[in-house]
Each structure stands twice: as structure tokens, then as C-alpha cells.
């Protein structure tokens, strides 16, 4: 009785938290989508580096918002009550919010000191985004993977 209040409880937090990350997510696939073109060239971004500047100051705001959310509505805690498996890439996937976000945080305060005549500084920069980028879609990939397989495993295993 107690298993089938915790199994529940689990499904619906996590299909209204699936819904939240989806609108927030629109949010910052629009910023995502701005920067994207801005930041592939190099050229490119020296042409517009006072909006790359705005840009990534948004995004970190935006960032911090999405992870502090996520981290609230706490879905991840009704998850691990009941999947071991499920626990442990939570656990994971969490601690890869400050990390991320300490990394956007340096990239936006750099994009300030940068001058964006500096071909170097600014490749490096580009370089660093780059890779940020595809942790962020990874981490993003892997949690809705996590939200699916708490769904999945909660309809799989009710009697
Ligand atoms: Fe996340």
C-alpha cells in the first residue's frame, strides 16, 4: 500500500514537472537560437560582440532561473524513493547544475573583458562556449531520458 502511494505521488509530480521544463525550456531555446549563429564564426561574433555580451548575460539569467526551477520542484526526490538506478543519475544529473552554471557565469563575465579584436581570446572563447553547449544538450537529453525512464518504470511495474 505504502509502495503504490510512493509510485503515485512519483508519476504525477514528475509528468507536471515535465510539462514546466518543456515551457522553460522554449525560453531558453530562443536564446539558444540567437547565440547559435552569432557564435559559429568567428568573424561573425567580433562583428556583434556587444549583443554576444547581452546574450550570455541573459543566458546566465536564464540559466539560473531553469536549474534553481528544477531544482525546487524537486521531481528527482519522488524519483529516488523507489529506483535505486534512478537515484544515482539524479544525484549526477544535479550536482551537473552548478558546474554548468559556474561555467556560463565565467563565459559571461569574459565576454565583458574580451576585446573582440583579439583573435585568440575570442577563438578561445568561441571554443569554450562550443563545448558548454554540448554539456548543456547532454545534461538536457539525460533528464528528460530520467523523466521518461521514472514514467516508464512506474506504469511497468504497477500491478
Ligand atoms: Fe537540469
Not at 521531481?75 to 552554471?101: K, N
Amino acid at each position: 500500500m505504502a509502495t503504490t502511494d510512493t509510485k503515485t505521488r512519483r508519476l504525477s509530480v514528475n509528468a507536471a514537472f515535465l510539462k514546466d521544463i518543456k515551457d522553460d525550456n522554449r525560453d531558453l531555446k530562443i536564446l539558444l537560437d540567437r547565440i547559435g549563429p552569432l557564435a559559429e564564426h568567428q568573424q561573425t561574433a567580433t562583428n556583434h560582440w556587444p549583443e554576444l555580451i547581452r546574450l550570455f548575460a541573459d543566458l546566465c539569467d536564464q540559466l539560473a532561473l531553469h536549474f534553481s526551477l528544477e531544482e525546487a520542484y524537486g521531481y528527482f526526490d519522488d524519483a529516488v524513493m523507489t529506483a535505486p538506478q534512478l537515484s544515482i543519475c539524479a544525484e549526477l544529473l544535479r550536482g551537473q547544475h552548478s558546474h554548468m552554471f559556474v561555467q556560463i557565469r565565467g563565459l559571461a563575465d569574459r565576454a565583458l573583458e574580451i576585446s573582440p579584436e583579439g583573435v585568440e581570446q575570442v577563438s578561445q572563447f568561441l571554443k569554450e562556449y562550443d563545448q558548454f553547449r554540448q554539456i548543456f544538450e547532454k545534461h538536457e537529453e539525460a533528464e528528460l531520458k530520467l523523466i521518461l525512464d521514472a514514467l516508464d518504470d512506474d506504469i511497468g511495474v504497477g500491478d
